[in-house]
């Protein structure tokens, strides 16, 4: 029976984190006029599982290390798809990307495939009021200019008013100039409005707990945080804590001899910036020189330091406000990005750098005991106190998940009904789920069977899928257009393989077609753990492709 396993929690042994976090503060009474749990779903832009409770030894992120502590931990957990509004569109609706039709940013799923509900709008006809902080959809024509309001949100979402400034100069260069820069260590106050996206997003979120923490009501409250997405603009003291001189390369910054071009993308979003465009970089493969590969990883690993602080700031916030033994806090990433890895600088594509996301859920008195009254659960951790202390793994599970899996796993979490399977063609079904509901891992006493749930570990498969307008890299193979799509790179991930078969597929009909097969890819987990050996050739993988496809 697949199960979190202990053992694995020795992953974590020699990972030094943070200090002990502030000492326990005294309680005011809470005031909690019902039984039902609330949520706050974390949703970052872009982190791969570069953090200290995923076994990186390198990066800082105590915060986001503590949540781990009281959560239970996916470490084998798959986006759906590697680019942002197709994965996000995915996970809130519980749908793959073949039946949310979208592969690119062009449309708008209730008017293109099917009036799907989505998480936030789920709990909101189950009397919570639902409310939105920064990027959680993604905007823009996929959730219709709006974040698919009025539907999902109770009212209308919050932006931060300096997302703009995202992409425009604001970076200091070494000329003294403003630049849009893709590596943009900034001094906070000399930035317009003196603040960034991520810090006014903390700060709203955080008032809407305030005013929450009364309220008849429990709550849905979504905050999707901007960093480590490229710009890497975040205040400069970040990049202290990863000198130049400790950054390693990528373990395999070649583009792989036997990777099918298909398979490869040619990053080109980073090129666009102006400090990348003045290295003259070769396309579609680079390389970039490599002391500029060390500052992209030094200010991507700045980065997500910047965003645990953040996350630190929220969750001690929610713990001051008593609400730490009343939140499901569920923390995701929409999908990975390589640093580096088979000589890319970028998601895009069916590889675990891109595909595979940080996931862990912390339910209030079940993956943790129930703080005591004026205990801490999230007190702020700051990720430039020295390190010293070892922090206690928290339940960790192996298992293969995907994140379409987060709707009925959270449903079920809270209580509310888990939506039904999907059938097969599911578009004119409103509620229904294609993932698996996750319950049975937290082996909570009150879990319900799930009759599909594969009590083999082995047989657990995520899926992923990326499209592609050509059989070798060109200017829109990083994000075709649906009209441009011409190929489906339609990918598994077991615990053992990872295999890959690019096919033919129809953007007007939106079928594939499994008999064209254009390449194929294949790499053993334990064998070559980067994927950097395909061998797919050798095994005749076309064989094994269309009985295991969804
Ligand atoms: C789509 O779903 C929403 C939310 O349930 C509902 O208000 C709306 O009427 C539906 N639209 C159509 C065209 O069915
Ligand atoms: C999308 O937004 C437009 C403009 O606000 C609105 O008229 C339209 O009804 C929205 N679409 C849906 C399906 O709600
Ligand atoms: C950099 O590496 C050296 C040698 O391993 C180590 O002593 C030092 O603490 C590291 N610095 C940081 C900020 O991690
Ligand atoms: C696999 O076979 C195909 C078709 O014969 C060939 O084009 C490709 O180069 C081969 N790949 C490797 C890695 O040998
Ligand atoms: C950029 O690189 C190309 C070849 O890769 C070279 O021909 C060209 O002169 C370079 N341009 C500059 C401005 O260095
Ligand atoms: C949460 O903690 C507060 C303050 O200690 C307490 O009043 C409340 O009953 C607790 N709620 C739950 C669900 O344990
Ligand atoms: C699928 O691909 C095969 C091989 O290229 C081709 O013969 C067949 O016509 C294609 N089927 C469709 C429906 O396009």
Redesign the pocket.
Known sequence: MPSPQPARGLLWLGVVLGPVCAALESAAPSISATDALNVLLIVVDDLRPSLGCYGDKLVRSPNIDQLASHSLLFQNAFAQQAVCAPSRVSFLTGRRPDTTRLYDFNSYW?VHAG?F?TIP?YFKENGYVTMSVGKVFHPGISSNHSDDSP?SWSFPPYHPSTEKYENTKTCRGPDGELHANLLCPVDVVDVPEGTLPDIQSTEQAIQLLGKMRTSASPFFLAVGYHKPHIPFRYPKEFQKLYPLENITLAPDPQVPDGLPPVAYNPWMDIRQREDVQALNISVPYGPIPVDFQRKIRQSYFASVSYLDTQVGHLLNALDDLQLANNTIIAFISDHGWALGEHGEWAKYSNFDVATRVPLMFYVPGKTASLPEAGEKLFPYCSPFDSVSELMEPGRQSEDLVELVSLFPTLAGLAGLQVPPRCPVASFHV?LCREGQNLLKHFRLPDSEEDPYFLDNPRELIAYSQYPRPADSPQWNSDKPSLKDIKIMGYSIRTIDYRYTVWVGFDPHEYLANFSDIHAGELYFVDSDPLQDHNVYNDSQGGRLSQSLMP
Do not use: A, G, P
């Open positions: 209730r009036n509900s709008q539907y409103e």
